[in-house]
Structure formats: C-alpha cells, structure tokens
C-alpha cells in the first residue's frame, strides 16, 4: 500500500465510526452529546465544542494549504468562542466538522505518493509532514474530548 492510501486510510479511521487505533474515532466520540455537555468546560480548560471548532478550523487552514494558498491560522481563532448554546447551533459545528473532514479527504486523495515530497505552500515543510501531523492532531484532541465527556457523564 501507498504511503498516500496509509495517510487516507488513517484519516478516515480516525474520524470516522470504525476500530480506530488510537481509541473511539472522532464521530463516535461526539455521537449524542447534547449541547450543554459539549460546552461544560473545567476552568482554564477548553469545552468539547470549542475544540470540535478548533480541528475543525484548523482542517480548514490544512485544505487552502493543500490547495496551494497561504494560510497561517483559522479565521475564527484558534479555540472560537462558543457565543450560543442550541442544538443548532452544535449541530452547526458538528456539519462545520465533518464538511471540512470530507473535502480535506477529497482533496488528499487527488494526491500522489509523489505529492506528498513537495513543499507546503509559505511553510518549510512538505506536504506529507503535515498530513501526518494532522493525523496526530486529530488523534490528540479526539482523546482530549474522550476524556471530557467522561468527566461530564460523571463516570
């Protein structure tokens, strides 16, 4: 298997309801939280929500990259303020999510092994440096929000 079908694989499986690696994937772990539990923070901490906004806007900042555009950091911030607390508006940031997961995926897989050697636009790194370091990323925070929602449930 190609390192790209790895990287892909890999991003699937860690979002995605399945056996990932690493623990609960990304969906499963947010499956059924309501609004209230995904905006419950410890103090100096960041709430479920925040961070869902927070992957979410920095797989954003990924895919303009990956298009070739510079891009420094999300345009909400880094940790978005959570202004509103409905079921809108978390299902809002839950569609935010897994649309900005679905085309980084789509614009990943256009990629070759090859690809994967060239420099990020504005960044001395290559293409596939921050593609594996999305693939941690996505699996630290995923783990940060598996352990917030059992310190919400209380178990």
């Not at 056996?19 to 990304?26: E, M, N, R, S």
């Not at 990956?66 to 299902?91: K, M, Q, R, Y």
């Not at 990943?108 to 941690?136: C, N, P, Q, W």
């Amino acid at each position: 298997m190609s390192e790209l079908a790895n990287i892909v694989g890999e991003l699937k499986i860690i979002h995605r309801s399945g056996d990932a690696w690493h623990g609960p994937a990304l969906r499963d772990v947010l499956t059924g939280l309501t609004p209230d539990a995904a905006a419950w923070r410890l103090p100096n901490a960041h709430s479920i929500w925040e961070i869902v906004l927070h992957i979410a806007g920095w797989e954003e900042v990924f895919l303009r990259r990956l298009e070739g555009l510079l891009a420094a950091s999300p345009e909400g911030g880094d940790f978005p303020h959570v202004a509103e607390v409905t079921d809108e508006a978390w299902e809002q940031a839950l569609a935010r999510l897994e649309n900005a997961h679905e085309r980084l995926l789509e614009v990943v897989s256009r990629f070759s092994d090859s690809d994967l050697k060239e420099r990020v636009a504005g960044k001395d790194y290559t293409i596939g440096f921050m593609l594996h370091g999305l693939v941690r990323h996505h699996v630290y925070h995923a783990g940060q929000i598996s352990l917030l929602r059992k310190i919400v449930a209380g178990s």
